[in-house]
Nanobody
Framework: QVRLVESGGGLVQAGGSLRLSCAVS????????AGWYRQAPGKQRELVAS???????NYAESVKGRFTISRENAQKRVYLQMNSLKPEDTAVYYC?????????????WGQGTQVTVSS
């Protein structure tokens, strides 16, 4: 069973930065893509950034130029560097492994990490 453990969230002022980290158990990480999602109160979970197994990246329009996704296969981790944070970035952030061809989430969600941006 794959476990996803997110960390790195917190409270930050608008304009600040945070770096989220996700640890993935098991041996499937390097064979698949990965993504960061977020869910704000009263809203559906949305895909924020994704990275394929060949390191191609894609971002939601709302975070382009501010967020950077990266991965370290040897450590089985995926990261999300978030700069120039805005109050509208406030949400619980989740990671998941994504199918190599479908780029859809494969596993049950972890507990997520809360990001709160104050104005």
């Amino acid at each position: 069973q794959v476990r996803l453990v997110e960390s790195g969230g917190g409270l930050v002022q608008a304009g600040g930065s945070l770096r989220l980290s996700c640890a993935v158990s098991g041996n499937i990480f390097s064979l698949n893509g990965a993504g960061w999602y977020r869910q704000a109160p009263g809203k559906q979970r949305e895909l924020v950034a994704s990275i394929t197994l060949t390191y191609s990246t894609n971002y939601a329009e709302s975070v382009k130029g501010r967020f950077t996704i990266s991965r370290e296969n040897a450590q089985k981790r995926v990261y999300l560097q978030m700069n120039s944070l805005k109050p509208e970035d406030t949400a619980v952030y989740y990671c998941n492994v994504m199918g190599a061809t479908t780029m859809r989430p494969l596993y049950s969600w972890g507990q997520g990490t809360q990001v709160t941006v104050s104005s």
